[in-house]
């Protein structure tokens, strides 16, 4: 079935690869060691400014290795870097985007940025076609046999919703729009959340705030590892895998694992900077009310409540399940078999970025070569 057969692409790929980040640098990178052309037959996209993926958007204090370890890409150590080796007293924003810009220019990837995919349409029974909105606003459509989509969760961050989010006075924020501490200077502020940014956040603003106070919805799973490595978080891993072949929304990854608890925490555990609370049951106009009737007053709530896949630009494909995700086996997409998601719920994470890279290149040279 064509879903739009009145506008033919202005440009034609075997592969368009959406997002360069580990997850979509990874697949080209396997399919140009495969065979295919970037610039030609092998289009990346990417709509952010500059290289790095998602970690060009982190805050200021982020170091790699904070929490989970950084995989490097396939064919990065050819090229004589590691992440391991990295500036560790340099933010993980520039460390990354300086890593991935030289892995794009060794292999010649050919990263067309700022290009936002804004919709994808099926072309017949041949292929799948992308609009695309470049920088200067202009919109083109590139048709295409195969598509990954590889698009991370930065874009959609989640914030649940409770009484009085709207009443709330003060400031409200969520992950994406962190940037640092300073802007809290001196106030009284309530970080909600029980991954590892809202913990990070918590042990930077304790040297300067007024007050913080943490709400998680679960108690918190503290695990005696001094560095979650994310490859042996099996169980985690496979729930995720679970999910995605159900097409249900994805679960946290950390819920699954707990959290290491590194030198930093472990002192941000004994000055009790760490100490949760049970989630709050509503906001006011000056703050939160704790289940037992507890006022806490805030200046400002961050809402560092994880993240869904960035998945809007596919919704004219109609591939949402009633149960809120997109049924997706070993990287493929169930419902368009012409549409491999890399970096998507059991992927999710360096290590399973740089795996995906490998699997889902071959099976889209199979796919070519069927075709
Ligand atoms: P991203 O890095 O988000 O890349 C997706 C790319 O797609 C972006 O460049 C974006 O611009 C582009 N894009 C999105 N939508 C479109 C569109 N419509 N059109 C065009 N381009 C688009 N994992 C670890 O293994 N170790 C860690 O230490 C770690 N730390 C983390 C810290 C934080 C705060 C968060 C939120 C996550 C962390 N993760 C970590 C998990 C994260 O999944 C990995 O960082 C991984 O790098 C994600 O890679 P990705 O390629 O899937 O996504």
Known sequence: MTDDAQAPADQHARVVVIGAGQAGLSVGHHLRRLGLTPGSDLVLLDRAPSTGGAWQFRWEALRLGAAHRVHDLPG???????????????????VVGEYYRRFEQHYDLRVRRPVTVTSMTRIGDTGLCVTVRAGDGGTSRIGAEIVVNASGTWGTPFVPWYPGRDVFRGRQLDTTEYRSAAEFAGQDVVVVGGGTSAIGFLLELDAVAARTRWFTRRPMVWSDTAALDLESAVAAVDEQDRAARAGATLPSIVSGTGVPVTRRIRAGLDRGVLRESPMFTRLDETGVVTADGEHVHADAVIWATGFRADLRHLAPLHLRTAAGGIVVEDGRSVGEPRLFLAGYGPQASTIGANRAGRRIARQVMDALAGS
């Open 76 to 94: 990065m150590n050819a090229m004589g870097l590691r992440f391991d080796d990295a500036d560790r007293s340099r933010p993980a924003r520039d």
